[in-house]
């Protein structure tokens, strides 16, 4: 099993995200992270799916959601081939604040977002091994709330989805 | 400015759409109330349910080649349509469902007959969209159409609220012909047919897997062309049958669990297997594992999701197989492959003996459901059609139906539905009152269904019923007698007076008993101008075979 990131460019149709969750539903697959959001170009949306399946389910996945009629194009990565980040938040409250909680928050390189008479609110972006790991050493401090975001990427490979477009027949 | 309704009703004539297969309902009654002004441009047919409906639809798609088009209410109507469906994607046929829906306020409120039908059928259809303003209707119809019937055809369902239906709009049909993220044909690369033209060159067996996909893409001449110059075995899959004339010299038989001894077991001697427009259902193939591995594996394909799906290929040859099946004639050598052959001959002669003959000439205790297929072929039209429900009957007349002809055989394959049959014939028989459409159905799955006898007697479609009873639901039966000790657990029927039920729906009906009464009936049934309902009672616990159980590679067809 290898960690994929799925890179899907569809057309902005209503059901189109349940019209490709379905076919991970379908088949018991576990979807690890899911961000749907606008593209470089007007109209056209991009969804991120992060995923952990085998060489040939990838294959299989990748083939299933290009058949979507709405779906433009579907491609696929390894974790060396894109460049992708995730954003962590972490709620602490005021009274674990301390000098040991500062060592910590400049060695992650991480930033007081927000500050309230209760809490603060801490923002770490990195990979999710990065955030991970800066969550459990926050465990200690009383953490009140974590919530981090699916996966954002961008691919190293060059590949165009206006290209696409153009060579429509 | 004319009603959102007379717009459904203007797209589908504009779309040349011959018959609506429907029924009725609250949400839907605008575009019924439009239908009653085009009784002369567009042939509405009232089914007994929703399902038979759509059904009918599959029938008449599958037999024309065209677009079956079906219109259902909201709510029960709209889910009533969902097994329809299921097999319709399966089978790759092309419809376009209308459903009505609540008014666009009303949607999520939980409405009288609301239902989330787009949510529903979304993995049961290639497409669907719900349109909530008139000016919409249009367009998603038109592209409904183009979705439906391009590429690798399916069912896509349109649900139009009722504030739609009702409000004014302009016509104007423009008819879809792209839509820019959907590619149904890919362009043949030439690299693979030459790569293939190699292998082919040079194989000692070949042997090749014909499915739908020939006669979906209308590559029926290109087949036997191909064939005919290069001299290679040819076996078909459930739903290829009649794509090549099971008379041609190179067609050795039928695929699969209940296919034939010889293409199943030599599967696994060829050297080059070249499938054509074929899927590798697992029903084909068995026990992947154990399925064609010596074999280089070339692949004609429509669709990319097919291409290594569950058989490895060595070269794919994507795109429309017309096209690609003649590239690739043309590539070829002459050859023959006669010892090759041979051998598919030789293991005929012992399906034959073991099976077939027995099957087919029965002599004493009940009768064999062979025997009536047997007679049927020898009074049958040469293009008559064969609907098949699903079942024991379904394999016996599909084993032994003489199909000389392209789109004579309507069966659902890929979801294994009863109850199919009865309503797919009267939609195959809609499409051409002149030709013989032959409904074999079982005891188990005409009760699916049997209401839409009622719309056979309304259309007064000539449709030849052949009820083959065994009083069990016979193909489960089997399973059991083979894989659960006999234990035959719900499986016998009481069954009703069938003669009784036919002809209070006004069809001539006849049961037959014995052996000797049974050529006479045949006759009598397939010379009848009008429906006829022709009750055959058969051998409780005969067995389809040869057969592959489940989880066996092809190598273990067994004979008994
Ligand atoms: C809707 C549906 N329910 C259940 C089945 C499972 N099933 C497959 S064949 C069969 C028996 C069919 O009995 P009958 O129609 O009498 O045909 P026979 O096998 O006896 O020829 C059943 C129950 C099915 N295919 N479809
Ligand atoms: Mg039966």
Redo the contacts between chains.
Sequence with gaps: MNRYTILVYTENFIGILNRITIIFTRRGININALTASESRLDGIHKITIEVTVTPEQIEHLVKQIEKVVDVIKAYYFMDDEVVYQEIALYKIPIASLDPSLEKVIRQFNAHIIAAEKEFVVLEFTGHKEDTQALLEILKPFDLLEFSRSGRVAIAKPRFSVQEFLNNQT | MVRGADIVVKSLIAENSEYIFGYPGGAIMPVYDALYDYSDKIKHVLTRHEQGAIHAAQGYARVSGKVGVVLATSGPGATNLITGLADAQIDSTPLVCITGQVAAHLLGSDAFQETDV??LS??GT???I?VRRVEDIAPAIAKAFH?AKTGRPGPVLVDITKNAQIEFGEFNYVPCL?????RPYQ?INQDAVTAAAALIDTAERPYVLYGQGVVLAHAENELKAFLDKTGIPAACTLLGSGALPESHPNYVGKLGMHGNYAPNLLTNKCDVLIAVGMRFDDRVTGDLQRYAKQAKVIHLEL???E???NVKCTVPILGDCKKSLSLLTEAVSQKSHETWLERFRELEGQEKEAVVSNDLHGTHGGLHMGEVIHLVNKFKEEDAILVTDVGQHQMIAWRYFDFKTTRTQVTSGGLGTMGFALPAALGAQLNDYKKQVICVVGDGGIQMTIQELGTIMQTKAPVKVVLLNNNYLGMVRQWQQLFFDKRYSFTELDNPDFIKIAEAYSFKARKVTEREDLEAAVAEMLVQEGPYFLEVVVEKEDNVFPMIATGCSVEEVRLS
């Design positions: 787009v949510g979304m993995p290639k497409w669907n719900q979705i792209n839509v820019r993220s959907y362009p669709d990319p999701s291409i290594d799906k």
